[in-house]
């Protein structure tokens, strides 16, 4: 999604020079043009022919190279990026940008530059919080910069603390959004996973769903812009985009409970979750102990989500439900679409090899509530996803 963005990465005298190599790789890897830039600090903690050979292109450190005065103009390099990243950037070099000093070929190019800048910082936990070192990143922030907090966790110097680089893969991951998203400024509800039913404190009822799809969407509308808030219920999945925030939730009353206000002020809403549509009315209070006469649990119907926020839903906003069929699976799922007012319906057929329930592939249908139909061939479930993902943007774009 970064493809033929130009973005020129400067890396400071810190430890964590050695994401560095990661970074570009992946940025690489997306497609970018990447132009690397280091400090004299940076040249102990890291070799520039890594970087130069992961990156394709000469390192930059130097105002001239060679014996020839060859020039690396800044000026130019400061309008030839369309993003400039300094990661890690030292608690050095963040206050020598905080006080406009130019006194290397980086701090001049950024000075020069025309692009957003982003800073990375990296070092130990003292550092970090320092009154001085949270000045300079105000003073960072009030000249347009985007700071991207370091995280917690282990430091060089044993410590454990905040001060640890954001990781390769989040930085990729934001400048994604902020560069291609087609939702940016959007907010998602997306519900996954099942929902347990209790009959007593061991026991409940439930389904075989996994999860998988739900968080697979919701990935794909975070990596689109859009700031996602995951309803899930029980199940091993992880959210690995950091613009997806993860509401835990075990039965179909409290995914409705949660999603509720989550909706109000969403733009857009997928309803992957297979919600159970019956609990036990009196669910035991302690373990049902095994007796020899048969045992009969009355149930009674839950909430159904679906059709509660259809009722709900405004002018504007996007309504996608799931439809799970084993007979007459369209013509089902059409009456499902209309008598819960959704935009579209995600269709998945139990009949298809290698789709449903914990699989990592899934063949879908999508079918919109002017009666157009699209088939989703067996893939894996990211790419169907993403497919569904693309369905919303046009919905959304007319």
Request: glycine share 8%; hydrophobic share 45%.
């Amino acid at each position: 999604m970064l493809s033929g963005r130009k973005i020129l990465l400067g890396v400071t005298g810190s430890i964590a020079a050695y994401k560095s190599a990661l970074l570009v790789r992946l940025l690489v890897k997306e497609g970018a043009q990447v132009q690397v830039m280091m400090t004299c600090a940076a040249h102990d903690f890291i070799t520039p022919l890594t970087l130069a050979t992961l990156s394709r292109n000469p390192v930059l450190t130097e105002f001239t190279t060679g014996s020839g005065g060859t020039w690396a103009n800044h000026v130019e390099w400061g309008l030839w990026a369309d993003v400039m990243i300094i990661a890690p950037a030292s608690a050095n070099t963040i206050a020598r940008m905080a006080s406009g000093q130019c006194d290397n070929l980086m701090l001049a190019t950024w000075l020069s530059a025309r692009c957003p800048v982003w800073v990375a910082p990296a070092m130990d936990l003292d550092m970090y919080r320092h009154a001085a070192t949270q000045s300079n990143l105000k003073a960072l922030a009030s000249f347009g910069v985007k700071v991207m907090e370091p995280r917690h966790g282990e430091l060089a110097s044993g410590l454990t603390g905040q001060g640890r680089m954001a990781e390769p893969e989040e930085i990729v991951a934001a400048l994604n959004i902020a560069m291609t998203g087609a939702l940016q400024g959007k907010r998602a509800l997306v519900t996954a996973g099942p929902t347990y039913e209790a009959i007593d404190p061991v026991r409940f009822i439930g389904n075989h769903s996994s999860g998988k799809m739900g968080f697979a969407i919701a990935a794909s509308l975070a990596k689109q812009g859009a700031a996602v808030d995951l309803v899930t219920g029980p199940t091993h999945e992880v959210a690995q985009h950091p613009s997806v925030k993860v509401h835990p939730v075990t039965s179909a009353s409290e995914m409705a409970q949660a999603s509720e206000p989550l909706f109000a002020a969403s733009d857009i809403t997928v309803l992957a979750a297979a919600v159970a549509d019956y609990r036990p009315t009196h669910p035991a209070d302690q373990k049902i102990k095994k007796a020899d006469q048969e045992l009969t649990i009355e149930l009674t119907r839950t909430i159904d989500i679906a059709s509660s926020l259809g009722a709900r839903k405004r002018p504007g906003q996007l309504l996608v439900g799931f439809a799970l069929e084993t007979e007459h699976e369209v013509e089902n799922a059409k009456s499902k679409l209309k008598r819960k007012n959704l935009d579209l319906i995600v269709l998945n057929s139990l009949r298809n090899k290698g789709a449903g329930f914990g699989y990592d592939t899934n063949q879908v249908t999508i079918i919109g509530k002017d009666g157009q139909i699209n088939e989703i061939g067996l893939q894996s479930k990211s790419a169907v996803a993403d497919e569904i993902v693309q369905q919303i943007v046009q919905q959304l774009n007319g």
